[in-house]
């Protein structure tokens, strides 16, 4: 209980708002600490999927390295159709394993293989080079309209970017004199050679798709202004020297004139061709934790990946080698009588030229129509040659990067974006975010890990976006303990507001008992004191005198009742209470109420009845006859006040029994009843309604709470229910037998 010192004075206002300060002296520090507590859950977890982020970012590039490594090692030869195998002066020449179809991969995604000559003319090793019929190679006409499809294709992608000479005339600025297509039949010449000029008409129409519509196959001769023309544009080799260098803005570009003089339409196209979904600079990605982790990480493996990174990137240097091509091919079979060659070696009397090659290492560039381009710069005789692969980006970012992201915990909880220089050119989404953005500002989250790639490809960034951190190992057991102490929180606070609400109640109902008592006590002294003076000097008439000594019993009598309903309550609130209980019969025990409150009815105006029944009152019950009387004096004294004013002055005492072995005793009156919202408070102790009516009439609030109390004590329970009119007030007590 609260000390009566802190409550004096208090109100509900005050003492809500001293819990309140009280509830925040306490859940502010514990919300504190578990803020902390969840916040190195949180950090931990993310340290956690960072180092996943970390070592698969590790993993790619290392697999990334082994793989450009193998590409690196390509031989200058390798991007031709043959190659001498083993010893130089053996003659032995075979197809160079770039021929292959399907394609050779040595990344993902490879589309194919090309070189761009001196002069901007574009080879394959797909291809014979020459008049060499492929059937001599064992090519097929299927396969090799499967090979020209595939050259084509490149040869478009590479024209799209302006890497070779989309005009050009005959082998000098296009693809050399394309070989003749094998032939199935055997026998049949006039077949053959209608087959060899079908091809030839397919090889006409490429050629002339590759040279343009002012140049034909052979023959052709420039005028001066398309010489002129061909000399303001930059076409081949000159623009793969600029593939490196970061993407320049294409308005800008067009402001300036560049592009080599081509035309609004052409600028916009390849504006549109440049496929990214915006700006590395733009994700609007949280990057405190990230920070965080750099700060206080700088574990080994980080100074092993970087050291790594390193040491790759010094590695790779130019180098000559030695290489041996053969200096014609050989020569196409006869049109009669000619077989496909299963056997890729060839054994010719073919002269072989050995030279030594300057080979760069590879370089990795992004191209407008989207393309992946790995290329590197050969120096043969005095003159430098292109070669490299095409890539397609879409199937080199599913194979290098989203398989195994899909294969870790990490797609679960982030996105993979990667970047290429400062563009975001892919996304992988993770689980919890599968929509596919459109803009930079569609990525949000926290930034987990971002790491660039080792050389040829650190023009490509991998981000780590993490969209949702599921809880750590520690982080239900936080949430229990979170949630037990708002419960422990709320619960306190609310029981001790509802603690010292009752505090307050009972102060302030017990200054209205004093008043009350006061009140009840003085009253009735200063009545008998008044009359008793009248009387001892005899200034009572005769025929008066028995009236003042009945008021001065009355009186006294209330005194009585008050007084003993005081002792009564002092016992109880000390847990001291004394009873005799002794077996009654109920014939007995209402004949003894009769008597002792006939006169306290009468005297109050009231008629009195009593109910009785035959079975009830034979039965006997446990009770202390002296604290029943008490009982049924509170109420009765209860019924004559709250109806003085009701019309029927009448007042009805019954006892029956009831079915469950019980005997039910009522005090009805006819009166204006009780209100159903304090039909439960009125036996509270101090309890006085705050009505009109309650505040005319005299009483302590201890009377109804003293029933209560003394029915419970003997093994009885008391009830109200209002009777229209009146209300009737019932006490049953347990029936310990009957007499028969």
């Known amino acids: 209980m609260l000390p009566t010192s802190l409550i004096k004075g208090f109100d509900k206002g005050r003492l809500k708002g001293l819990l309140a300060l009280f509830f925040l002296a306490l859940a502010v520090p514990t919300g504190v600490l578990l803020f902390q507590a969840y916040s190195q ?26 793989r450009v490594s193998i590409a690196e ?29 399907p394609v050779t991969q040595d ?117 001066p202004a398309e010489s002129a023309a061909y000399s303001n ?37 390849s504006k549109e061709k440049f496929n990214t979904l915006g700006k590395v600079a733009d994700l609007k990605l949280d990057a405190e934790l990230q920070k965080k982790s750099e700060i206080v990480e700088k574990s080994q493996s980080d100074r092993a990946f970087s050291d790594d990174q390193r040491l790759y990137a010094a590695s790779r240097t130019k180098r000559r080698e030695q290489s041996a091509l053969p200096e014609s091919e050989p020569p196409a079979a006869s049109p009669v009588g000619r077989k496909p060659v299963a056997n890729l070696a060839v054994t010719t009397d073919l002269r072989i030229s050995t030279f030594e090659s300057e080979v760069d290492p590879l370089e990795f560039s992004l191209l407008d129509s989207g393309h992946f381009v790995l290329f590197r710069k050969v120096w043969r005789g005095g003159e430098r040659y292109i070669q490299g692969l095409l890539i397609d980006s879409q199937a080199f970012a599913q194979n290098a990067f989203d398989l195994r992201f899909d294969d870790t915990g990490l797609s679960d909880v982030s996105d993979l974006i990667l970047g290429y220089q400062d563009d975001v050119i892919h996304r992988r989404a993770g689980g919890l975010n599968s929509s596919y953005p459109t803009s930079p500002q569609a990525f949000a989250g926290a930034l987990l890990y971002r790491s660039r790639l080792s050389a040829p490809f650190d023009s490509l960034e991998l981000i780590y976006s993490i969209n949702g951190l599921p809880p750590g190992p520690g982080a239900s057991v936080l949430g229990w303990v979170t949630l037990v102490l ?25 200054q209205d008992f004093v008043s009350a008592v006061s009140h009840e006590l003085k009253t009735p002294l200063t009545s008998i004191r008044m009359y008793g003076e009248m009387l001892k000097e005899g200034w009572a008439e005769p025929e008066k005198q028995q009236q003042y000594y009945e008021f001065i019993h009355d009186e006294s009598e209330r005194l009585t009742r008050l007084i003993s309903n005081v002792l009564q309550l002092a016992k109880i609130t000390r847990n001291e209470p004394q009873f005799d209980l002794q077996a009654v019969t109920v014939s007995e025990l209402m004949s003894q109420i009769e008597s002792k409150i006939s006169s ?25 006859v002296d604290c029943f009387a008490q009982i049924i004096i509170n109420l009765i004294d209860n019924a004559i006040k709250f109806s003085r004013d009701a019309e029927e002055k009448r007042i009805e005492i019954a006892s029956t029994p009831t079915s469950d072995g019980m005997v039910r005793f009522t005090v009805r009156d006819f009166g204006p009843g009780v209100p159903k919202n304090q039909m439960k408070k009125i036996f509270q102790l101090f309890y006085r ?33 209002n009777m229209e009119p009146g209300a009737e007030f019932r006490l049953m007590f347990p029936v310990v037998s009957a007499i028969d």
């Open 41 to 66: 859950l949180k950090w931990e977890a993310f340290h956690q999927y960072r180092g996943m982020a970390e070592e698969l970012t590790t993993r790619i590039n290392q697999n990334l390295v082994e």
């Open 73 to 101: 090692a390509r031989s200058f030869a390798d991007y031709t159709f043959l190659i001498v195998s083993g010893d130089p002066n053996s003659n032995f020449v075979q197809r160079s394993p770039l021929s292959e179809l």
């Open 107 to 223: 990344l993902p995604g490879v589309i194919g293989y090309f070189q761009v000559g001196t002069a901007g003319e574009l080879s394959t090793p797909l291809l014979p080079q020459g008049t060499a019929d492929p059937a001599t190679f064992g090519i097929a006409n299927a396969e090799y309209e499967q090979r020209l499809q595939l050259t084509k294709q490149i040869q478009a992608i590479l024209s799209d970017n302006r890497l070779v000479r989309q005009q050009s005339a005959g082998p000098r600025r296009g693809l050399a004199t394309l070989p003749a297509a094998p032939a199935d039949s055997l026998e049949e010449v006039e077949t053959e050679e209608d087959r060899q000029r079908e091809l030839s008409e397919v090889v006409t129409g490429f050629a002339r798709e590759a040279v343009g519509d002012r140049d034909s196959i052979e023959g052709h001769t420039e005028s």
């Open 233 to 269: 544009e930059v076409y081949g080799q000159a623009v793969f020297d600029e593939l490196s260098s970061p993407k320049k803005n294409t308005d800008d570009q067009f402001e300036a004139g560049g592009f080599g003089g081509e035309t609004l339409a052409g600028t916009l196209e």
């Open 486 to 510: 708002t419960i422990v929180f709320l619960g306190g606070f609310y029981t001790l507001y509802r603690l010292g609400v009752s505090q307050i109640n009972l102060a302030r109902q017990q």
């Open 600 to 624: 306290q009815v009468q005297t109050a105006g009231f008629e009195l009845e009593f109910h009785k029944d035959e079975s009830a009152d034979r039965a006997v019950i446990k009770i202390d």
């Open 689 to 721: 309604s705050e009505s009109e009516l309650t505040r005319e009439t005299v009483g302590t609030g201890i009377g109804l709470a003293i029933v209560h109390q003394l029915s419970q004590a003997m093994n009885g329970k008391v009830d109200v229910f």
